[in-house]
């Protein structure tokens, strides 16, 4: 070998042990410090954040995550569980530790999850389940059949008779639950009859057109209850509209600050209420607990409360409680 080749020959064995040489430092140190439990990186998804409920939720957990010298991804699915399996792979190839997770459809992210549990990473559910819970380390939600349990017994003490419209969202459990809790409550009820559901995925912008068409296709109501309060003020919107608020009653989920503010104008009769803040608190300790090796409850299930006009100042208008 001549000396220019020699010398490329060495130039090249060098920067290829170089390359090597980062890699591997880069490797171990990255893993080092996922066992150190040291900069740690937390993924969440959400339904959507369009909805001021999961935004407090995420600064509670986020808040958290910072203060432990750690860092939070958050990604948008926007009601879009095809968006949200893409993001949440996208997130795993990412290296994130723990997935923070409210799932768009409670039944469709069992291979995006299972792919998490092998990949070694905690899974803490919030606001509303899977249905596979076996693949989660945890949920935090609120008691969502008690909280359409408690709106059916309210509106139970003021009727024995009505005609009640559903507006609901089958594709979460935790729509599913508050729906079952409030037809469940008055389901021995023979005068209580429910005349139509509609699915408005929980949105004031789906909600309100179809209660809109609801309006003129003539069918007779006098209630409706809704899934959460983004539906209710989107339904009061489209009452309000035909001059009918006197007529028919709203009922909610939530105590949003605008549904407590239609609430005290009696342009709503009744919301209960979810505390976003504590459903965040509670998730954010899971996730160092579960960094730390500690052992969680499988299910935690954060109270909720009935607001209505008589104690609805007691929350504050202008807040989430």
């Known amino acids: 070998?001549?000396?220019?080749?020699?010398?490329?020959?060495?130039?090249?064995?060098?920067?290829?042990?170089?390359?090597?040489?980062?890699?591997?430092?880069?490797?171990?140190?990255?893993?080092?410090?996922?066992?150190?439990?040291?900069?740690?990186?937390?993924?969440?998804?959400?339904?959507?954040?369009?909805?001021?409920?999961?935004?407090?939720?995420?600064?509670?957990?986020?808040?958290?995550?910072?203060?432990?010298?750690?860092?939070?991804?958050?990604?948008?699915?926007?009601?879009?569980?095809?968006?949200?399996?893409?993001q949440i792979n996208e997130m795993l190839d990412m290296g994130i530790d723990v997935l923070v997770l409210t799932p768009v459809d409670w039944a469709s992210l069992t291979d995006v999850l299972k792919r998490a549990k092998e990949m070694g990473v905690y899974i803490v559910v919030v606001d509303s389940n899977v249905k596979d819970s076996s693949l989660v380390d945890c949920t935090i939600t609120s008691n969502n059949y008690a909280a359409g349990k408690f709106v059916a017994d309210y509106f139970i003490g003021k009727h024995t008779k009505a005609k009640v419209v559903l507006m609901v969202q089958d594709s979460a459990k935790s729509g599913r639950d508050r729906t079952q809790g409030f037809v469940n409550a008055i389901s021995e009820y023979k005068d209580i009859e429910i005349v139509d559901e509609i699915e408005c995925e929980g949105q004031l912008e789906i909600a309100m057109p179809l209660m809109q068409d609801l309006l003129e296709s003539g069918i007779e109501f006098d209630t409706v209850f809704c899934l959460n309060d983004l539906a209710a003020v989107g339904v009061v919107a489209a009452l309000d509209e035909k001059g009918l608020l006197d007529q028919v009653e709203v009922y909610g989920v939530d105590a949003s600050p605008d549904s407590k503010a239609l609430i005290k104008e009696k342009m709503m009769v009744a919301t209960a209420a979810q505390f976003p803040s504590q459903i965040g608190l509670n998730a954010a300790d899971n996730i160092y607990k579960l960094l730390e090796g500690k052992t969680v409850a499988q299910n935690t299930y954060v109270p909720v409360e009935l607001v209505t006009y008589d104690n609805v100042d007691s929350y504050g208008i202008e807040r989430w409680q």
């Open 1 to 86: 070998m001549d000396n220019k080749n020699k010398y490329i020959y060495i130039l090249t064995s060098i920067v290829l042990w170089a390359v090597t040489g980062f890699f591997c430092f880069s490797f171990y140190s990255y893993t080092s410090s996922r066992v150190a439990g040291n900069h740690h990186l937390i993924g969440a998804s959400y339904m959507t954040m369009n909805n001021e409920f999961y935004k407090i939720m995420n600064e509670e957990i986020s808040q958290r995550v910072e203060a432990e010298g750690d860092q939070i991804i958050l990604r948008d699915p926007a009601l879009s569980v095809e968006r949200q399996i893409e």
